[in-house]
Structure formats: structure tokens, C-alpha cells
């Protein structure tokens, strides 16, 4: 059985991968990329990595193979054993194992294994669609300033002539200025005048309508018919759909220990309800953000178990 089909598709839902008895795999997010060199882009991506340290079986790989195989779950643990160990031994022998769409496997001088991941596949589903272009290449004109010969040649100044006219033929010029000037004045004052009238009878009755309503508040009586209701106020719960995963136990008894154990050593530990595959998730804790989650995931594989791992709740 070729198990790399059922992990592919886990990759898209999933940060971590773990295949019992080898390895797992881990997704990480990556923003989009700009290459300057080659004016490309790249739209954000699922980077996949290996750790071989984490050889547990949480029973995600197991479960996924027995729904899709129609098996049972004991038969699915050992068809994942018998590739296990098909991949071991070409290790082994220094052969290649090559995951289609996933990456290649080989060992190295000092008998690690190596990992090299494949970039034929986006694993992030938000990504889908995107693919990687490069941006053409914009050319720019420089506009040439043009040069304007001015013709420095003036022409000689004809003199100017200045006729006087005759006064008698625009002497009735100056009564009619008179009159217009005379009946501007007149249209000012009247203005004015209005103005102010209009401005004497706002006032009254401005005066008129504040001691109506000074009498009106001073005999209202007001009356409570009935009292608002009580409000009562719910803050939303945070969401924390992160999740750093110590452990996935078949025996309620061993994950309540683990609780006890993680709480008593200061974690915020906490138990998961049963899963649809039969085990009982503990938790070293949950958290808000991704980056949040990473950081304090670097931390327990330093001082508490490599085999931590990261759950994020889809919903």
C-alpha cells in the first residue's frame, strides 16, 4: 500500500502528520514572496518539513486509511508498519524514497535522514487558484525638454496717439452717476431699516416663546410608569483555536495522569472530549494566535517533550 496518497490530502487540513514508527510531517505558513532579481511572484504556501522525533501514533493517519479502505483500525496501524519498514530498509541499502507530491527521503554521511521537500503542490487552501507570475517589464521614456527659439527681433513702438473727446458729448454722463449714486444711498438706508425691524420683532417673540415654556416646565409633573428593564451584559468568549497537543490516549485513565502531570508543573493543561477516533486528546495548552502558539510550542521542545505537537481547530 502506497500510504504518501492518504498523507497528501491530511496536509491540506493539518499541522502535523506524524506516520507511527518514522516521522512527521510538519506545515508551516508562509507569506507571499516577491523576487526582485526576477520581478516574480509567489502567492502563500504551506512549507512542509520532517521531524523524525515524532514517531507517536496520535491515530490520525491510522483512522484516515480505515475510512478510506473500508478496514478496520488494527489492519490500517499494520499496513502503515509493513511501508515503514519497505522505507527503512532502502534507507538502509542508501536508496532514495521518493513521497509523490510530498518530498524525497535519504540518509547522509553521518546516517540522518534528509528531507527534501517538494514545491509541485500548495498545501495552503487559501492559496487555491494563485499561481506564481512575474511581472512584465515597464518601460520608461524620458521626455526631451523642447527648446523654444524666441525671436529676439522687437518691433519698433508705434507711438500712441490719444484722442481727447469733445466734453459736450458726455457731459449728461456725470447726472446720471449722480442719480445712480443717489439711489444706491437711499436702497442702503431702507435696507438697514428692514433689517433692524425684522430683528426688534425675532427678539419679542423669541422673548414670548421662553416664558410660555418657563411656565410650562414649572407646572409639568413627571411620572415613572414604568421602570427599563434590567440589562444584562455578555462578553464573548475569546476564541483559542490553537492548540499545543502533549498527547492522544485510548485509556481515559492514562490521559487524566498526563492532566494531573501537566497542571501540577504549571501548564494550563487541559482534556479534550473523545474524539471520532476514539482517543482522549491532552493539552498543554491553547492559544489565541499562531505565533503565540508557536513560540510557546519551541519552548516545551526544549525543556519538556519533542513530540509536542500543533492542533488547530477549524471551525
Known amino acids: 500500500m502506497k500510504i504518501e496518497q492518504y498523507i497528501a490530502p491530511l496536509l491540506y ?31 502563500p504556501k504551506k512549507l512542509v518539513s520532517f521531524n523524525s522525533y515524532l514517531k507517536n501514533n496520535d491515530g490520525l493517519l491510522a483512522n484516515h486509511i480505515s475510512q478510506m479502505e473500508k ?41 540522518n ?5 517538494a514545491n509541485s503542490v500548495n498545501y495552503f ?11 512584465p517589464f515597464i518601460k520608461r521614456e524620458i521626455q526631451q525638454q523642447l527648446h523654444i527659439e524666441i525671436d529676439e527681433t522687437v518691433e519698433e513702438e508705434k507711438p500712441i496717439i490719444q484722442l481727447v473727446p469733445e466734453r459736450r458729448q458726455y457731459s ?33 417673540v423669541q ?24 440589562v ?4 464573548k468568549e475569546q476564541k483559542m483555536p490553537y492548540h499545543i497537543v502533549a498527547g492522544a490516549f485510548r485509556n481515559e485513565r492514562n490521559a487524566q495522569r498526563i492532566y494531573v502531570k501537566l497542571s ?14 476514539g482517543l482522549f486528546p491532552v493539552l498543554y495548552g491553547s492559544y489565541a494566535s499562531y505565533g503565540e502558539a508557536q513560540a510557546a510550542m519551541r519552548k516545551i521542545h526544549e525543556t519538556q517533550s519533542k513530540e509536542a505537537w500543533l492542533l488547530i481547530d477549524e471551525l
Open 207 to 230: 422673548t414670548e416663546v421662553q416664558k410660555d415654556v418657563q411656565q410650562k416646565i414649572q407646572e409639568a409633573t413627571f411620572f415613572i410608569q414604568s421602570p427599563l428593564p434590567n
Open 113 to 117: 535522514i534528509v528531507f527534501d521537500a
Open 13 to 43: 487540513r493539518y499541522q502535523c502528520v506524524t506516520v507511527p514508527g518514522f516521522g512527521a510531517f510538519l506545515t508551516e505558513i508562509q507569506s507571499a514572496q516577491l523576487n526582485e532579481a526576477s520581478s516574480g511572484f509567489s502567492p
Open 71 to 111: 478496514i478496520s483500525y488494527e489492519s490500517a496501524v499494520q499496513q502503515i508498519q509493513k511501508e515503514v519498514a519497505l522505507w527503512k530498509n532502502a534507507l538502509q541499502n542508501f536508496q532514495q524514497i521518493t513521497l509523490h507530491n510530498i518530498g524525497m527521503f535519504s540518509l547522509n554521511s553521518e546516517g
Open 172 to 204: 449728461y454722463l456725470k447726472y446720471v452717476a449722480i442719480f445712480v449714486i443717489g439711489l444706491g444711498t437711499v436702497g442702503f438706508f431702507a435696507n438697514n431699516y428692514h433689517q433692524n425691524q425684522i430683528a426688534i420683532e425675532t427678539q419679542l
Open 232 to 235: 444584562t451584559l455578555s462578553v
Open 264 to 277: 501540577n508543573a504549571g501548564f494550563k493543561s487541559r482534556r479534550l472530549e473523545k474524539n471520532r477516533f
Open 125 to 135: 487552501t487559501s492559496s487555491f487558484g494563485l499561481t506564481s507570475f512575474v511581472s
